[in-house]
Every structure is written in C-alpha cells, then in structure tokens.
C-alpha cells in the first residue's frame, strides 16, 4: 500500500541548508517549501468533498443561504477556535489536516462552555460574537500569535488525501440518497410521515436556545437526566448562524458532524498506527461498511442485535452522530499518550515518518473530550474506562510495574464519567439493567425444553456467532495483527482491543435496546485496530501497481455482486435457510438470525474453495504466491458494504419502520406560536401521542403518549405533551403522567373550561396559549368564549388565555 507520506524525515521547523529559517510554507516531502499552487493543490480534496455536499445539500431544497450560514458558523463558531487552543496545547504540528481535525473538535468542547455562559447570562444575542473570546487573546498576546501560522507541518499524500474525500463524499451521497431526498425539511403535506423520535431531538434542541441546564419539554418546568450535549451543538448552530433549528437537524449537522468523524478517525489512525493509508481504510470501515446481514428490506424490526452503525441512526440518533468525533478524538489522545517516552515518534515499517507526540497536552486535550464526551453520549466514557482498564492489567501482568500514565488518563477519565453520573444524569439508569445475555436469549429461548441438550448449545453458540458476524465482522483485521505479535502488543494497542472487547461485552451483559450503543462505542477502538492490521498484512504481501487496481477492482465487483444477491434473492434465501434448518414455517426462535448465518456459511465455502485454487495457481505463478491473504482479509472486510447501498434502494421502495404521520397543519400552528410568543410562555394541549393511521378512526385511544411536534416546532416548553421519553418514565417502567391531578386540569382546559381552569393555568403553570388538535377531539365551545381564538386552519386552533 502507498505511504508517500510516510517517507520524509523527522518533524521540526524547516531549515534552509545554511540553517536559516525557510519561513511558514508547509514543507513537500522532502523538506523544500511549497508553493502557491502546491499549497492551493493540496486543499483540492477537502474542497472537492465540500463542493460535492454542497450540491447534495442544494438538490435537497436547501438554501443557499443556509449553506453559506453554516459554512460560516463552522469556520468562525467552531473551527476557528478550536484550532487555536490545540495548537496551543499539542508539541509539534503534524500535518495541517491534523490541526484542523483536532481543532474543530476542540471547537465543539468550547461551544458548550459558550453556550454555558451566554444562556446562563442571557446573552444570546450576542452568541455570533463568541469566538472573539479565544480570538482576541490569540491575536494580542505575543507567545500566542505564533499559532496562527505554524511551522513544520508535513504534507500528506494526495492519495491519501483524495482518499479520505472519497469516503467522505461516498457517505454524503448515501445519505442523500437515503434520507436527504426522501424527506422535506419541514413536514409540507398532510401525508408526511417522520420517524418518530426526530420531533422530540428537535424539541431539546429548541430548549437549549433558552434554558441552562436543559428541560424536559414535554412537561413544563421538568428537569432532564441525559446526555443532552448534542442539542447544545445544535442551539449553537441556531444562535451563531442564525439558521432554523429544522434545517440544521434535517439538513445540514449530520452530514457535517460525519464528514468530521471521517476526517478525525483517519488522522487518529494514522497518527496511532504510524501507517498513512490505516486512515482511509479505518474511516471506511466505521462509516461505508455496515453490519453484515442477508436481510432486505432491514427495517427496524429486524435489527437483530441493536442499533446499526450507520444506516438510519444518523438520524435517528443525533446523539451518535455527534459522539463519534469526540469519542474517536479521545481514543486518539489517549492513545498517543500511552505511547509514553519509548514512543515519543511513530513512523512506519522503516522508520521513517515519524509522527510528533502531542506531548503534556495530550492530558489536558483528554479532559477536554472526556468532559464533552460524558453527555454526548453515555456509551463513550464506561467503554473508554473499560479499555484503559484492561490496558493497564495487561501492562501490570507483561511488565509487573504499575503503569502510571494508565493510572493518570484513567482518573481523569473517571472524574468525567462521575461528573456526568451525578450531576447530569443524576444516577438515571434510563431501564438498562445488568441481565447477562438479556439482549440476545429470545434467539436460543426453548420455553417448552424440546430440544435435546446438544441442539441447544449449538443454537446458543450460533446465536453469539451470528452477533460477532453482525456487528464485529468488520474488526477482523485485528486477528493478523494480534497472531504475528503473539499478544505482545503495547499500551496503545491493548487500549484498543480493550475497548473493542469491552463494547460488545457491555451489550451481552446489559439489558435494553440502549445498550447497543456500547457495542458502537467499541465498534470505534475496533476499526482502528483492524486497519492497523490489514495494513500490516497489504505491505507484507507487497502488491505491485496492477495487483493493488486488480484488489481494488475485484473488491468493487465483489461488494456489487453481493449487493445485488441480496437485493434480488433475499427472500428466496432466506426460505431456503430456513427449510434446510427444518425451520420452513419460520416460527423458530432463531429464525430471525439463519439467513445471515447460512450466507456467511457460503461465503466461506467459497473462500475455501477458493483458497484451494488459489494455492495451486501459485504453484504456476508465483505472483500470487503469499498473497492470498490479502485478498481474503478484503473481502471479509468487505462483507457488510452492501447494507449502505441496500438502505438507499430500500427508502424508495419501502417506509422506515418507525416513520409516522406528522401533518403540515400540526406543524404551521406550531411554527405559528413560536413565531408569536416569548421562550419562556408555556403551552398547553390535548395531544399527548401519536396515531400511525393519523386518528383515521374516530375515539382512537391515546396509548403511547409520543406527541412531541408542538415543543419542537414551538420551541416552548408544554405543561403535558408526550411524556413517554421522561427521564423518570424511562427509569421506572411506567407508562403514566405522574401528575395525575396536572394532567387533569390540562384536559379540563380544553373539554371542560372555566375561567378559574384558565386563571389557574396562567397565574399558576405561565400558560398563555392552548393548542387543540381537533383530529384528537373538538375543543369545548365555551373555550371561545374565556380565551381568545387566535389561529386556526381547520385541523388545528390556538386560543390566548388573556
């Protein structure tokens, strides 16, 4: 594999043959400065890839305002900043790409203490302004300004650098292609169905523009216990760029935030691996490639073992997406710092390359992300713990002397997860519970005991091969990596496959969908170990020029083949498992898990036999001698590409699971009050859930209590909406509002109004607009008559308590 970059010598400033200073031109390879036009040529990737989203972003009905907005808010609220305080705290540059990688994830830690301020003081009107904080100080203090152009940075190789944009605009199309084109901005008709849990994100984001700490929404003056950094994240887009909160959360944060992961996880990799080219393949692995399946149409019912990486929870998940390059900058410092002094430089096979050490920064960068990593998402912190944990046994047991740079990370990153535990989650344990093997019994349930004790530990043992196939097959190019080194690895290596490890061992131990998430957490330490390795086993097959176009070619056709299989022959296949099972009526409890166990079965059959064949061809052409492996370690990575392609088939065909109605009339009324209200005027109505057939049948019950479209179109809060999502709801299993005499007065108020009801619900609870969703119920006529009507389009009326 390529390393161009991986070539030059030492870092350091660059120096003139006579040892003068050569100025803050960013050196080639080979030490010269560049010019003006290898220096506008080596920025052709990053605004190739920009150009490209862009476009995505134009096709889908975005403003070109609201591009130009949120390029700007990047550039100014986060990249800007947060590129001066890492340089400030990393040694040496590396590579400029580095910098603003490191830097803008930096930037999104300095938001929340920005945001923290401004709203805490009110000073919201002010939020574009923010950034003269770090940029004042930067910019008048003398040992400061040296970071506004440093020296010494190494150029990375074009291949490299047009690979990282290629994966970065292989996953802008694939979500404009499965969710960008498929959904409007703003719901515009009355059939418009959005996945269910996306009104309620977008109504914490709408709190966040107004209150510190944040509030649960859907019940007025309730606090809330979770990790709720994201929609900090998105108030901020909201307060800097002056862009609408449903445009940032349907447009424009998530393709954003994943470029960025892309960006940080191929530097992380580079930078731990000392390999240029493990960037690009771990970016792949943890973004182009799904879970391996032989499942179409995948809705949500049949994600057998949690949530998937990618597909959908981009969205579904605003949390994830935003995690990922907080978590993935973590593993990246803690990392480097588990190099300690042995490991001052890393450069690759031969030596050469070396890679700067971020040095005593490295602590406070890992507090940093630690802190922001803690309510981005809860399933960061415990798994990175748990890696520095086993790291640091295995070190204890190899070298029996306490590794105190372990100790050192693992107290600070333990100080972060206490910080969240008792302060913004309040010990919410939001229903997980310790139930080993909770998540995955269902698959080897035998209730009636008709199965013979060998039949049952065979279907236990598919049970546990099928998850590793699912979700950790993409991780198996750390096997090469651990057999040559025969489990002598070092620190940075065993925080890896500790966390790797540690994910999906917390999924398997504890109970509940949410504990998936762990598994995704690991699944971020995995891929980087695994590119670490498959980069390993590509050099030591070393590839000539036409071996790599014939890999990659073959690689290509090998995922499209499957892809199309898939597609086309899913449901043949999957009768076909199932009758040579003895399970042809599919009532098995392991029925859901044959489809993809009997694929995987014929893929190795193939490789197998292809295995034969391609050791008796090299006994004719010694090319391919010792090169087998390779090949095999790609197609085994490449396994699970096919469900990104087969998501963007499956959104045009076939409706999410998931995806309910949310007219455009309940959202006008909404977007009506926001735009006639102040934040802090509370709202009150009688839509509590959500019907899947939109009340087409007159008296529907309310049995879900999901209705969150008035607090997120609104951006108020709302004394009873849907209160499913509650953190105290969520912790005990209940399905009732706890304030049953509340919700009382609430219903009172429409049905049943009075002029007392209504004086009580604005002197009291600072209500001054209900919201009647008449398709729910009609509102009592004597409500016009004590509140003044205000709007009204038929489906939906808002009345004024004066």
């Known amino acids: ?177 499965a969710v960008l084109s498929r959904n409007p901005i703003v719901p515009d008709s009355e059939t418009t169905r959005q996945y269910i849990d996306l009104p309620y994100l977008l109504s914490l984001a709408g709190n966040a523009k107004h209150n ?172 990175t713990l748990a890696a520095l944990a086993f790291a640091g046994a295995m070190v204890l047991i190899g070298t029996r002397r306490i590794p105190w740079t372990v100790v050192g990370l693992g107290a600070i990153v333990a100080g972060a997860q206490v910080f969240a535990t008792a302060v913004l989650f309040r010990f919410e344990s939001y229903g997980l519970e310790v139930v080993p093997f909770g998540n995955i019994q269902k698959y080897w349930a035998d209730p009636q005991q008709t199965r013979t004790a060998v039949t049952q530990s065979v279907v236990v043992a598919a049970t546990l091969v099928a998850f590793l196939l699912n979700h950790q097959l993409r991780m198996v190019g750390m096997i090469p990596l651990l057999w040559r080194r025969r489990l002598r690895l070092e620190q940075t290596q065993w925080f890896l496959l500790g966390g790797a490890l540690a994910g999906p061992a917390v999924y398997l131990v504890v109970n509940g969908f949410n504990a998936s998430y762990f598994t995704l957490a690991g699944l971020s330490f995995g891929v980087l170990l695994s590119a670490w390795g498959y980069c390993e086993v590509f050099e030591r097959a070393a590839l000539p020029a036409r071996g790599k176009l014939a890999l990659g070619v073959g690689t290509v056709a090998f995922v499209l083949l499957l892809t199309y299989g898939i597609y086309q022959y899913a449901g043949d296949w999957a009768t076909f498992a199932l009758k040579a099972v003895g399970d042809a009526d599919g009532t098995a409890s392991y029925t859901a898990l044959v489809p993809a166990l009997a694929a995987a079965a014929a893929l190795a059959g193939v490789a197998a036999v292809g295995g034969v064949l391609w050791w008796a061809a090299g006994r004719a052409l010694p090319a391919l001698r010792g090169r087998g492996a390779v090949v095999l370690l790609t197609a085994a990575l490449a396994a699970g590409a096919p469900s990104l392609l087969l998501d963007v088939q499956q959104s045009r065909q076939v409706p999410w699971d998931g995806a309910w109605p949310l007219p455009a009339s309940q959202v006008e009324a909404a977007r009506w009050v926001r735009a006639h209200s102040e934040p802090d005027d509370v709202l009150a109505t009688n839509g509590h859930c959500r019907s899947e ?38 912790s005990e299993k209940s399905g009732s509002f706890w304030d049953q005499e509340l919700l009382k007065l609430n219903e009172d108020a429409v049905y049943r109004p009075t002029a007392a009801i209504l004086d009580q619900l604005r002197e009291r609870h600072h209500v001054r607009y209900v919201v009647v969703n008449r398709k729910v119920a009609p509102e009592s006529p004597a409500l016009k008559t004590l509140a003044k009507q205000v709007f009204d389009n038929g489906r939906m009326a808002v009345y004024e308590i004066s």
Not at 311 to 321: D, E, F, I, V
């Open 693 to 730: 057939s939109d009340y087409a049948v007159p008296g529907e019950n309310c049995w879900n209590s999901l209705s969150f479209y008035l607090s997120a179109y609104s951006e108020r809060s709302v004394l009873v909406e849907g209160w499913a999502y509650s953190p105290r709801l969520m």
């Open 1 to 177: 594999m390529g390393t161009t970059d991986s070539t030059a010598p030492a870092l350091g400033t660059p120096t003139a043959p006579d040892g003068r200073r050569t100025g803050s031109s960013a050196p080639d390879a080979d030490g010269a400065p560049l010019g003006l036009r290898d220096r506008l040529t080596a920025f052709l990737p990053a605004v190739a890839a920009y150009l490209f989203l862009a476009g995505l972003l134009l096709a889908a009905d975005t403003s070109v305002s609201d591009v130009a907005r949120y390029t700007f808010y990047v550039l100014w609220g986060v990249m800007l900043p947060g590129t001066l305080v890492f340089r400030l705290l990393r040694r040496r540059p590396h590579t400029l790409v580095e910098d603003l990688a490191f830097g803008a994830v930096v930037g999104l830690v300095l938001e929340l203490v920005a945001w923290a301020v401004l709203v805490g003081l009110g000073l919201q009107s002010v939020a574009t302004a923010w950034p003269l904080a770090v940029v004042i100080p930067f910019a008048a203090v003398p040992r400061l300004r040296r970071h506004w152009r440093p020296r010494g940075y190494r150029r990375t190789s074009p291949g490299w650098s047009w690979s990282v944009a290629g994966t970065v605009a292989f996953t802008s199309a694939y979500m404009y292609g």
């Open 212 to 383: 510190f700490p944040l509030t649960f929404p859907q019940a007025a003056g309730e606090p809330l216990h979770y990790h709720w950094f994201t929609f900090v994240h998105m108030a901020m887009s909201d307060l800097v760029g002056h862009i609408d909160l449903s445009v940032v959360q349907m447009r424009l944060m998530v393709p954003a935030l994943a470029a960025l992961a892309m960006v940080i996880t191929a530097v992380v990799a580079h930078r731990l691996t000392g390999r240029p080219w493990a960037g690009p393949v771990a970016a792949l692995l943890i973004f182009a490639v799904g879970e391996f399946n032989a499942v179409y149409p995948n809705n949500v019912g049949h994600w057998t073992f949690g949530a998937p990486a990618v597909p959908l929870m981009s969205w579904a998940s605003l949390s994830l997406t935003y995690s990922q390059p907080l978590l993935m900058a973590l593993i990246g410092v803690v990392g480097d710092a588990l190099r300690g002094r042995g490991g001052e430089e890393r450069g690759g096979q031969d030596g050469a390359g070396r890679i700067p050490a971020f040095g005593r920064g490295a602590f406070v960068l890992t507090a940093l992300f630690a802190v922001a990593s803690s309510a981005a998402k809860a399933s960061s912190l415990p798994v």
